[in-house]
């Protein structure tokens, strides 16, 4: 792990015990918590929890003593039995969806986690792959202030790329690795309302988020499938609108009741200093974001993903990370050890 410097809290936050192995060697059988019925309550989760374990041990680990890797296993528990049954929003983007060997360290952490009986709700974007297909038709990418400008012609690509090729790849992915998840759209049961973002002159289709409607995911997280957002929405009038898939997460996050908030991105998370690597913020609060910001320490990319999480905290979400979606399973890292994989915010 990097090194790392927490800032002082307004409200501590308590993490459970020490986790001594952040390699997360999981054993590849699960005799040691059978016996457990609170974990393996649910049908589907004693169904696939052994594919999902499988799925990220790594193929040398028979070389550990299996007292070791079931060592490691019960030391995960206080974690399991901490975060059952609460639901865990996870923003998807950056380096992780670029690399196969992150995006699949990613996959095999969600179905884990759901496994284990917490509930996942999985949003996702899908910028390199929508700048792709953009170039294929001989479009060139346009940016406004970090923002995508969307004509009518982008849109159409957006929600084909985001809706029809990136979504339905990754549900293929996590139902192959042992869980079921179902792919969704903002559009949806009108899951997101849109309305036009306040520079819609400059930014096009570009849309802010009205109002979340949230009854279509709760039958799905409360049987444990995973839905998998494309962060594409409409207005009341059926215009399609693109979406910042932080925004989106956040929102989401925030209509849910979430235990937690994970956006997933290209940076080890908060930095005290941002020319030094060694400097993360293990855990703030929002005065403390507050005061960085002022201070110009969070400043560019990072801005809207504080102020998303801040934003998502305000409206009754507990905790809010923005994560290193660079480090293998780094989401494991977060939720079951006391190291974390990033910037943990509190309210």
Avoid at 36 to 57: D, G, H
Avoid at 130 to 158: C, H, Y
């Amino acid at each position: 792990m990097l090194a790392a410097k927490t800032l002082p809290l307004s409200s501590p936050v308590t993490k459970v015990s020490n986790f001594p192995d952040s390699s997360l060697l999981l054993p590849k059988s699960i005799p040691a918590i059978k016996g457990n019925r609170n974990i393996l309550s649910n049908p589907f989760q004693a169904s696939c929890l052994k594919t999902s374990l499988e799925s990220v041990v790594a193929p040398d680990t028979q070389s550990y003593p299996g007292a070791t890797r079931v060592k490691i296993l019960s030391e995960a528990l206080p974690f399991i039995q901490k975060f059952r049954g609460k639901t865990i929003v996870v923003k998807y983007g950056g380096a992780a969806m670029k690399s196969e060997a992150l995006q699949a360290s990613v996959i095999a952490d969600l179905v884990l986690l759901s496994c284990v009986g917490m509930r996942i709700v999985f949003v996702h974007g899908g910028g390199p792959e929508i700048n792709q297909w953009l170039g294929k038709l001989g479009i060139k990418p346009n940016f406004l202030n970090g923002l995508r400008v969307t004509d009518a012609s982008t849109m159409e690509i957006v929600s084909m790329v985001l809706v029809g090729k990136v979504n339905k790849h990754l549900v293929s992915l996590i139902n192959k690795a042992g869980a079921t998840a179902v792919g969704l759209s903002g559009i949806d049961g009108h899951l997101l309302t849109a309305r036009p973002s306040p520079n819609s002159e400059q930014l096009g289709f570009v849309g802010d988020i009205a109002s979340v409607d949230p009854s279509v995911l709760r039958p799905l997280i409360d049987n444990y499938h995973i839905p998998v957002i494309a962060s594409v929405a409409a207005d009341k009038r059926g215009q399609s609108y693109n979406i910042n898939a932080d925004t989106a997460a956040g929102e989401l996050a925030a209509a849910l009741g979430a235990e937690k908030l994970l956006l997933l991105t290209d940076v080890a998370g908060i930095l005290e200093d941002r020319n030094d690597p060694g400097s993360l913020v293990k855990q703030i609060d929002i005065k403390g974001v507050k005061k960085m910001t002022d201070d110009g320490k969070i400043a560019g990319g990072m801005i809207p993903k504080v102020n998303c999480c801040v934003r998502s905290l305000a409206q009754g979400v507990k905790t809010a990370s923005i994560i290193d979606g660079r480090l293998q399973h780094s989401l494991l890292l977060e939720i079951l050890t006391d190291e974390g994989a990033g910037t943990m915010i509190t309210g």
